[in-house]
Each structure stands twice: as structure tokens, then as C-alpha cells.
């Protein structure tokens, strides 16, 4: 099977600028996830999809992150206006009962 | 709140060797608990996972962890360390009895092997 396909792969912006990533889960996933890694860190959950409804989004920074799943399928994550600490990748992942599968991620510079 | 521990930045072995990766995890119920790998500029990749039944766990790549849910533990091993696995690791646990199917992360553990 196809795997999470993410756009894009980098990106950088200066800050107070605006950014959107993209991500298409596996085919047929009902839960999507967004999820932020600093360097060094473990990756921290943002948001978490069911179909277009949204399950647990209390770690988004609601004042500048915003994410969408228009038809229960792709989503896309966006940060308005970004900050310095908002350097990070990005990974999507899609879930099914028989597991979870990670997108490669899309790599955030803020300048 | 669940959490996961895993209390070495990093770790090193010989080619070879032996090598283990300690994680620990903290849930109200009961935890699927999960490995991966991430090589550089890449996404996370699957290694193995507990759900249930045998508390030996075998993987991809020769990897097995083994839980101990009086320890509460989920230690990753290897019996014989390639460079190839010089890499960074997470541990992962999702609670059980909720419905909260999100994943929640340590903190990574990376892994050098030296030939």
C-alpha cells in the first residue's frame, strides 16, 4: 500500500510569515494525526482527527495553528503568524487497527 | 496522563554486541506500547509492538523488546549490534481503555554502534 504522503518536504519562511503542509493519509485510515518534533526531542502531538472531526487538538496552539480534514481524507496544518520556536518537523500519521504508518515528515525553518 | 521515559540520550556498542534501549512508560490502564526507528531526514519507521499474550516481542531487523508490566518497562534489544543500526530510537505507548488512539513519545535514544 501506498504510504503518508506529505508536502512539502522542506520549507523555510521568515518569522510572522505564513505557512501550510500538507498530508495525505493511507487510503481508507479513519484517524489522522498531526504531530510536532523539535531537534532532539520525541515528536509531541497537536492534533488528532476521526474522519473531518477533530478528537483531541489541546496541545495545538490554537492562536497561530490551525488544521483542517475537509471530507474525512487529506488535511492540511498551518501556522499564522510563525514564531523562531516553531522551527520543527512536521510528521503526519494515519492509523487503522492494525496500526500506525508516519509520513516523512515536512522540515520548518522560521528565520 | 500517559508518558514514556526512556532515560539514555544515547548509547554505545560494538558491533556485535549486545545492545539494549530502556524505556519506561506511565498509563492509568493498560498500554500498547510501541518501538521505532528514525534515520536521518527520514519518518518514523515501525520496529515492533506490544498489544498482548507473549511479553517477548519480536520485530523487524532482529529487534525484540521484552514488557514487564510490574516494572512497567519495554526495553528494546538486540543480541548482536550492526553499524547499520546506528540510528535514533523511540519508544511509544497508547492507553488501552480510552479512546485516545494517539501515541505519546519519549524523548528518543540514539543508538551508536561502532565497528
Known amino acids: 500500500e501506498a504510504g503518508v504522503a506529505q508536502s512539502p518536504r522542506y520549507k523555510i519562511i521568515e518569522k510572522r510569515q505564513s505557512v501550510a503542509f500538507w498530508c495525505n493519509p493511507i487510503?481508507?485510515?479513519?484517524?489522522l494525526y498531526w504531530y510536532q518534533q523539535i531537534l532532539g526531542q520525541g515528536p509531541k502531538l497537536l492534533i488528532q482527527?476521526?474522519?473531518?472531526?477533530?478528537?483531541?487538538d489541546s496541545q495545538l496552539p490554537k492562536d497561530r495553528f490551525s488544521a483542517e480534514r475537509l471530507k474525512g481524507v487529506d488535511s492540511t496544518l498551518k501556522i499564522q503568524p510563525a514564531k523562531l520556536e516553531d522551527s520543527a518537523v512536521y510528521l503526519c500519521?494515519?492509523?487503522?487497527?492494525?496500526?500506525?504508518?508516519f509520513g516523512s515528515g515536512t522540515r520548518l525553518t522560521v528565520v | 496522563a500517559q508518558s514514556v521515559a526512556q532515560p539514555e540520550d544515547q548509547v554505545n556498542v560494538a558491533e556485535g554486541n549486545p545492545l539494549t534501549v530502556k524505556c519506561t512508560y506511565s498509563?492509568?490502564?493498560?498500554?500498547?506500547l510501541f518501538w521505532y526507528v528514525q534515520y536521518p531526514n527520514r519518518g518514523l519507521q515501525f520496529l515492533l509492538k506490544?498489544?498482548?499474550?507473549?511479553?517477548l516481542v519480536k520485530g523487524s531487523y532482529g529487534f525484540e523488546a521484552e514488557f514487564n508490566k510490574s516494572q512497567t518497562s519495554f526495553h528494546l534489544k538486540k543480541p548482536s549490534a550492526l553499524v547499520s543500526d546506528s540510528a535514533l530510537y523511540f519508544c511509544a505507548v497508547r492507553e488501552i481503555d480510552t479512546g485516545r488512539r494517539a501515541l505519546t513519545f519519549g524523548s528518543g535514544t540514539r543508538l551508536q554502534v561502532q565497528p
Open positions: 498509563v492509568s490502564g493498560n498500554p500498547y
Open positions: 506490544y498489544i498482548t499474550g507473549d511479553n
Open positions: 500519521a494515519s492509523s487503522s487497527h492494525y496500526g500506525y504508518t
Open positions: 487510503s481508507g485510515h479513519a484517524t
Open positions: 482527527f476521526q474522519n473531518n472531526g477533530v478528537v483531541d
